[in-house]
């Protein structure tokens, strides 16, 4: 099965920019969706088809997608920005959605 | 708005079936483009989709979960159902609903948005 792999922790400090990452193979050919997951909320999705963000989403995120590697980086960090993050896909050859592992971003 | 609203035992004996319904408020099932969709997180395994459903009863599964899930709608009730057989400890979680969403004509479902607060499931004798 297509595995996602994420980095467990992310940590930044406030203001800066942070860069989490998706690893799957060839995955830039695959339409990748972010999502936020703030302590004891639902999921929330931030970026889709790799680039796009819903409405209300800031501008200061971002996604992009290249080769084996997508990532979603979010500039000046905010404290509210601390939560966990996923990525995830449609795997087509099974007709099946996956999900990451979630990446915990720490704002310092 | 669109809302959606899970419901159901938050307590299920093993080897018997959970059930759970989802309530959709500010959209149509019978007239959406959209699937919808049953995504399950537990502390070891984090987010799993469990499965999709169609306003005409087509559907989609995960491979891993396909023998013992079946998801259906009622369209007259605007609202969509999971069973999930066979439970097992293993199966302790917290179940979400979600529209199974995409953008464009004739769309294949890509995203999950939004979601509901999602219910607690214990499988507990």
């Known amino acids: 099965s297509y595995v996602l792999t994420q980095p467990p922790s992310v940590s930044v400090a406030p203001g800066k920019t942070a860069s989490i990452t998706c690893g799957g193979d060839?995955?830039?050919?695959?339409?990748v969706h972010w999502y936020q997951q703030r302590p004891g909320q639902a999921p929330v999705l931030l970026i889709y088809?790799?680039?796009d963000r819903p409405s209300g989403i800031p501008e200061r995120v971002s996604g992009s997608n290249s080769g084996n590697t997508a990532t979603l980086t979010i500039s000046r960090v905010e404290a509210g920005d601390e939560a966990d993050y996923y990525c995830?896909?449609?795997?087509?050859?099974?007709?099946?959605?996956?999900f990451g592992g979630g990446t915990k971003l720490t704002v310092l | 708005q669109l809302q959606l609203q899970e419901s159901g035992p938050g307590l299920v004996k093993p080897s018997e079936t959970l059930s759970l319904t989802c309530v959709v408020s500010?959209?149509?099932?019978?007239?959406?483009?959209?699937?919808w969709a049953w995504i399950r997180q537990t502390p070891g395994k984090g987010l799993e989709w469990i499965g999709s459903?169609?306003?005409?009863?087509?559907?989609f599964y995960n491979p891993s979960l396909k023998s013992r899930v079946t998801v259906s709608v009622v369209t007259s009730k605007n609202q969509f159902s999971l069973n999930l057989r066979s439970v097992t400890a293993a199966d302790t979680a917290m179940f979400y609903c979600?529209?199974?969403?995409?953008?464009?004509?004739?769309?294949?479902?890509?995203?999950?948005?939004?979601w509901g607060q999602g219910t607690r499931v214990t499988v507990s004798s």
């Open positions: 979600a529209r199974h969403g995409c953008s464009g004509g004739n769309c294949h479902p890509a995203w999950f948005a939004p």
């Open positions: 500010g959209d149509s099932i019978s007239t959406s483009a959209h699937y």
């Open positions: 459903v169609y306003y005409n009863g087509n559907t």
């Open positions: 060839d995955i830039d050919g695959k339409s």
């Open positions: 088809y790799d680039k």
């Open positions: 995830q896909v449609w795997v087509g050859t099974s007709d099946h959605w996956v």
